[in-house]
């Protein structure tokens, strides 16, 4: 039997950087002989939805994390064993069959709390100070209930066994259940879906899976899964659950994190200035859960929708933490890097490189050889931004300028649609010029990035006040004249390249007796606003003539 193994999301948002490791791990253990299936879980219908589901597809194909089978989409997908659909609310028949199967075999009954009994209930058990564990009540009558559900709204619960349950877990060894854990869920909801935990357990049987690789947060689930399957007569898959990851400082990541920054951010703004207040309301109406922009700063743990919190990002001036692929996407990463770096959350190939260290940095054809469950780790993974960035700067060094272009345009094409304009000559010689300063794909139209000073209009970019200071102000005879004579030499030049640039500064440095230093600060302050730019000759190729004679008298008339 080949090795089958499923990424199966919930379409309710974004794809998490944790929940493509998942994806990127089962994608390697199929490899190109086993079978990597996708299936969409939209069995919570108040949460799912459409754009959810193709936005995580398209993040999949974007990271180049391909399924065999699974719903159909460009380069991917297919129904070759008619095993699906691949989306849960289209096989609820499916579901249908199996919970009926349960009743008929009395391993599964109606039960009919409402949600304010069973809250009523759990609040007893906490004030008894035990867990709250629903169990079918000992005088259960089952020919009664069955007989109510004909007519009553209700739920299916699952007669969960009353003795421990062990689970073997590739990466975490035997584990045992206790009673604690167990209590008769359910399995079918009010509203006539199937739960999570039925439905994936009849899907994972319908569609052979083998290997079950997903997240520790579902580790506490898979008691229930086993039970269910010993129920239904399945064979139970492989399962390995991979470790949480972590930010730096320990905590989990989570998109909780950029509510986190965001409110750290909206607190500091009020602080200094709270007149702000009415700005931050109207992009967080009253409305929004938890009751507007006063609820959210209030309660820790709420959540915005993405939009919102973009928005205030976006007033702030904010770079939100990077959680979900779409953020780091915006953020300029390759989707070749993305993929090597989350590989190593939580595995790592034992190799030795060159130099004799740790190998870190292969290809997903590398990773897809190498990878096994056994050198997958126990413990939680951090996630370091600053490896992923260093990783994503050695292969944009390493990329030849034809590709790194590409790459920009890839990229501008979903955010920064009139950067990319741009005429396509001058663009490629300036991707050329700032590739080797680029630490994203982001940075190369970056308005304070390092090539931001061609981006931004000549009468845009601030003046370093420092930098005018030491570099114009200073000295007798002062840098403006020197500015001056530049400004005049340049005016005359034909030829408008860096290296006949360069070697007429280097020449009116020589007649006016100074360093080159002394000529080209002045101008590069003049010219982009600071002491620091990529060479003086690439700067001013970049810029044009034009543009650098009416910086040139923008500085003088403005600074001097
Ligand atoms: N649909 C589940 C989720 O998005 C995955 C469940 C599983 O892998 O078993 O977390």
Redesign the pocket.
């Given at each position: 039997m080949p090795v089958t193994t499923?990424?199966?999301?919930?379409p309710t948002g974004h794809l998490h950087i944790g929940?493509a490791r998942?994806a990127l791990y089962n994608w390697a253990l199929a490899r190109d002989d086993g079978r990597f299936l996708l299936r969409v879980?939209d069995t919570d219908a108040a949460r799912s939805s459409e754009e959810a589901a193709a936005g995580i597809l398209e993040d999949l194909l974007w990271l180049g994390i391909v399924w065999s089978e699974g719903p159909v989409a460009e380069g991917a997908g297919g129904d070759p064993r008619e095993i699906g659909p691949f989306r849960q609310a289209e096989r609820l028949s499916l579901y249908r069959k199996a919970v009926d199967r349960l009743i008929a075999e009395g391993r599964a009954y109606p039960a009919f709390e409402t949600p304010e009994e069973l809250d009523a209930l759990r609040r007893q058990a906490r004030e008894e100070k035990r867990n709250f564990r629903y169990r079918c009540a000992a005088d259960f009558d089952r020919d009664a209930a069955l007989a109510r559900a004909a007519s009553e709204p209700h739920v299916v619960r699952f007669r969960m066994p009353e003795t421990p349950l062990r689970v073997v877990d590739e990466i975490l060894g035997e584990i045992e259940f206790g009673e604690e854990h167990l209590d008769d869920f359910v399995i079918w909801k009010r509203d006539g879906f199937p739960t999570?935990h039925l439905a994936?357990v009849v899907d994972?049987e319908a569609m052979g899976i083998t290997h079950?690789l997903?997240?520790q947060?579902?580790l506490n689930?898979t008691p229930r899964?086993a039970a269910l399957q010993e129920a239904l007569g399945y064979r139970a898959p492989v399962y390995a659950h991979l470790p949480v990851i972590f930010n730096a400082d320990g905590s989990k990541m989570s998109k909780r994190d950029k509510d986190k920054a965001a409110r750290a951010a909206v607190r500091q703004a009020l602080k200094e200035d709270s007149a702000r207040k009415a700005d931050f309301e109207a992009l967080v109406p009253e409305a929004t859960a938890p009751k507007g922009l006063d609820g959210w700063l209030k309660d820790k743990r709420s959540q915005l929708p993405t939009d919102l919190l973009d928005g205030l990002a976006l007033d702030l001036g904010l770079a939100l933490p990077c959680i979900e692929v779409e953020d780091f996407r915006r953020a300029g990463f390759l989707p070749d890097v993305l993929c090597n770096y989350l590989a190593l959350l939580g595995w790592s190939p034992g190799e030795k490189d060159d130099e004799g260290k740790d190998l870190e940095r292969f290809d997903r054809a590398f990773l897809q050889a190498r990878f096994a469950l056994d050198r997958v780790g126990v413990s939680n993974a951090r996630f370091d931004m600053d490896k992923l960035l260093a990783f994503n700067q050695q292969t944009i060094a390493e990329q030849d300028d034809a590709d790194f272009l590409a790459a920009w345009r890839d990229w501008a094409s979903r955010y920064a649609v009139a950067d990319a304009a741009r005429d396509s000559d001058w663009l490629t010689r300036f991707a050329a010029m700032i590739r080797s300063r680029c630490r994203t794909l982001a940075d190369v139209s970056r308005r304070d990035g390092p090539g931001g000073f061609a981006w931004v209009d000549d009468d845009a970019y601030a003046f370093d006040a420092k930098a005018v200071e030491k570099w114009l102000r200073k000295g007798e005879p002062d840098g403006f004249t020197r500015l001056e004579a530049a400004g005049a030499a340049l005016a005359t030049l034909e030829d408008w390249a860096s290296e006949a640039i360069e070697a007429r500064m280097e020449t009116l440095a020589e007649e006016l007796g100074v360093g080159l230093g002394k000529l080209a600060q002045p101008l590069r302050v003049a010219v982009t606003g600071s002491a620091s730019s990529p060479p003086l000759g690439d700067t001013l190729a970049a810029l044009g003539p034009e543009a650098v004679a009416r910086r040139i008298a923008r500085c003088l008339a403005e600074c001097r």
């Open positions: 499923r990424f199966a999301p919930s929940g998942t879980e999570y994936v994972d079950v997903r997240g947060e579902h689930n899964h």
